[in-house]
């Protein structure tokens, strides 16, 4: 097409002020930070900056509490995005063929992905309370001893496991159930003329079909997981005591509370780096996975 | 028959999650209309037979009562309204020239930028000691300067085109955000040190948040850009109409949907963030996140107003989401998957 390849200077005048908000913003201080990670570097008491080589990144990486919140956060982000993908890929199909009141399910399905996680916390602090809260209430109605749901540090993980599930299934929902709507009906058209019983017909023709966008879908909320950090802040600060503490978590502890900037810097790089791993290796399983079923 | 059998575990199983995904939503909603004793003297569940409702909660959060609420919710109106605007605007203008133009990037330039801004900073922070935001601005500039000329000369190497850039973007998103906002929040307190106030201000909350929304803008926007025919524009640029005007002239007002939505999801990311407000707020632009959080401590037991607080946060929320709800159901969501 000509408009495309037109060789047109106001292209730049469309491009840079994104361009430049996202690179000052979101990328250049990132230098700064670097630099400070090999620098000890502390605003209270405050001492001037000394150069330390890799010292910071050795400390976070023989901390003990660090790798705690990496596994805290790793059981969390899996054991949560596996059953926000198997309910929620289940729920885009049950909307995907009409259930009675599908336009009823449809924006209550929506709704908590597009609420502050901070606020879910809240909410879910109300509902878990060990004396005043609804599912206490419950359990002590069924005649069982009450259950302290944030401070044991197992029921607390699930708690918040629960509240990832709740608030972030909608997004899989909303994916899937447009994947399904995207696939060619003649293909379902045949196999129901063929006769193929409902779960093959679901093993062979629409998981296959659907598994590059599982594949997205599944990535995206790996990505987003490992960023949890306000539903555990407001929910158990955390505690007992680190029994929940995520990474960022742990990270802005050691920056706000300890002041410790180099070694936060040297954190979030770490970080970065695990995430980009991970990620990786997701990525490279998910093209095995496609392959097979190629 | 076996169909049957099917439809009714469906039904059982979306009236399952149905409860599930509600009931939280309703405890909030009652709870905030409960009187204290309601709430302390064990869970109670139905207005008028379990308790006797009252707006008790309401009157004292809009009073001042019991800590300011007003505040935080003009913070986080004007900084969303603001941030949500500019990512938009800049997003759509970015995306559209994604879109419609082709841009082609040496990597070797880019490297080049990475190798000056790094080296610059370290001579201009360590041998020059210079304040560091007067030298993250110079190498920025500098950098910038480096990487376009050398853009121009036929260097070899791989060349990055639309994709890559879009990509870029993206990645954004991909990064840990505590890793860019810790480093955003060095950035600022160092500026404050030089006297500019970007710590706990507007302009420094509203710049975060553009920057954290533009990924969005410009991954949704190009989906909306790439169905909007371009017949028509070709039209208008054989009439010599400029592209600036064939934009917001022509373009805009046929993606119209797509930019309500893209608002409507960006606007509900940036509201409800919290890690970037934690770190670049301390009292006078807090914003309602923040309030929330401090909620759970601040009150203990005080369900009734922490529930108000929460329900100020979600009302908004619920109207985003019956409206994209809406759009979903035309169909206009799905195109952005793929």
């Known amino acids: 097409m000509s408009v495309g ?17 996202v690179l000052t913003v979101s990328l250049f201080p990132l230098i700064y930070a670097l630099i400070v990670s090999f620098q000890a570097v502390r605003l209270v008491p405050p001492v001037p900056p000394r150069f330390v080589g890799l010292d910071n990144y050795a400390q976070v990486l023989g901390s003990g509490r ?10 969390i982000v899996f054991v949560s995005v596996a059953l926000q993908y198997v309910i929620g890929f289940t729920l885009a199909l049950v909307l995907h063929h009409n259930v009675p009141g599908a336009a009823l399910y449809r924006v209550s399905f929506l709704l908590p992905m597009f609420l502050a996680p901070v606020g879910v916390a809240l909410i879910a602090r109300m ?3 060990p004396v005043l809260g609804p599912v206490n209430a419950l359990i002590t109605g069924l005649g069982f001893p009450t259950v302290t749901f944030l401070t044991d540090p197992a029921l607390a993980i699930s708690v918040l496991i629960l509240v990832e599930v709740w608030q972030w299934t909608p997004f899989v929902v909303l994916l899937m159930l447009a994947g399904l709507q995207g696939l060619p009906a003649e293909v379902f058209e045949a196999a ?11 093993r062979d023709i629409t998981f296959p079909m659907l598994l590059p966008l599982s594949t997205a879908v ?3 909320r790996l990505i987003e997981g490992y960023k949890v950090v306000d539903t555990a802040f407001v929910l158990t600060g955390g505690g007992p005591g680190t029994a929940t503490e995520t990474l960022t978590l742990y990270a802005y502890y050691e920056g706000f509370r300890k002041f410790n900037i180099g070694m936060t810097s040297a954190l979030s790089f770490v970080f970065l780096v695990v995430v980009t791993i991970a990620g990786t290796l997701y990525l490279v399983a998910a093209q095995r996975l496609a392959r097979r079923y190629r | 028959m076996e169909t049957r059998l099917y439809r009714r575990i469906g039904l059982v199983i979306a009236l399952g999650w149905l409860f599930f995904t509600l009931f939280p ?18 869970a109670t569940f139905v207005p008028f037979i379990d308790f006797q409702p009252t707006l008790q909660a309401f009157a004292d959060a809009f009073a001042g009562l019991r800590g300011d609420f007003l505040p935080p919710i003009i913070a986080s109106t004007l900084v969303t309204l603001t941030a949500t605007a500019l990512s938009v605007f800049f997003g759509a203008m970015a995306a559209y020239a994604l879109v419609r133009f082709t841009f082609r990037i040496k990597l070797l330039a880019g490297i080049a930028f990475g190798v000056v801004a790094i080296g610059g900073f370290l001579v201009l922070d360590k041998v020059l000691h210079v304040p560091v935001p007067y030298a993250l601005g110079l190498v920025l500039v500098g950098g910038l300067a480096v990487a376009i000329v050398l853009n121009r000369l036929p260097l070899p190497g791989p060349v990055l085109v639309n994709d890559d850039v879009t990509f870029w973007f993206v990645s954004q998103r991909m990064f840990p955000p505590i890793v860019s906002a810790f480093a955003l929040f060095l950035v600022y307190a160092e500026m404050r040190k030089v006297g500019v106030q970007m710590l706990d201000s507007m302009p420094g909350l509203v710049l975060a948040y553009t920057a954290f929304g533009l990924p ?3 991954w949704l926007m190009r989906d909306f850009f790439q169905n909007v025919p371009v017949e028509v524009e070709e039209a208008a640029m054989v009439d010599n109409v400029g592209r600036l005007r064939i934009f917001f002239q022509i373009v805009v007002p046929m993606a119209t949907p797509g930019i309500v939505a893209t608002s409507m999801i960006v606007l509900a990311f940036i509201w409800n963030e919290f890690l970037l407000a934690l770190l670049l707020t301390s009292a006078r632009w807090q914003t309602l996140p923040i309030l929330l959080a401090g909620q759970s401590s601040s009150r203990g037991d005080e369900w009734w107003a922490i529930s108000v607080a929460a329900l100020i946060s ?25």
């Open chain 2, 314 to 338: 979600i009302l908004p929320m619920i109207v985003v989401a019956i409206f994209l709800g809406r759009m979903m159901r035309s169909g206009l969501l799905a195109g952005s998957i793929k």
């Open chain 1, 5 to 21: 390849t037109a060789p047109d200077r106001v292209k730049y005048l469309f491009i840079w002020p994104a361009f430049l908000v």
């Open chain 1, 218 to 220: 599944v990535f995206i």
């Open chain 2, 216 to 218: 969005f803008a410009v």
């Open chain 1, 127 to 129: 509902i878990f309370h």
């Open chain 2, 25 to 42: 939503l309703y405890w909030v909603l009652v709870t905030a209309f409960k009187p204290p004793l309601a709430v302390s003297q064990g």
């Open chain 1, 192 to 202: 129901r003329v063929d006769n193929i019983p409902v779960l093959r017909r679901f």
């Open chain 1, 66 to 75: 660090f790798w705690g919140a990496m596994w805290t956060t790793t059981i």
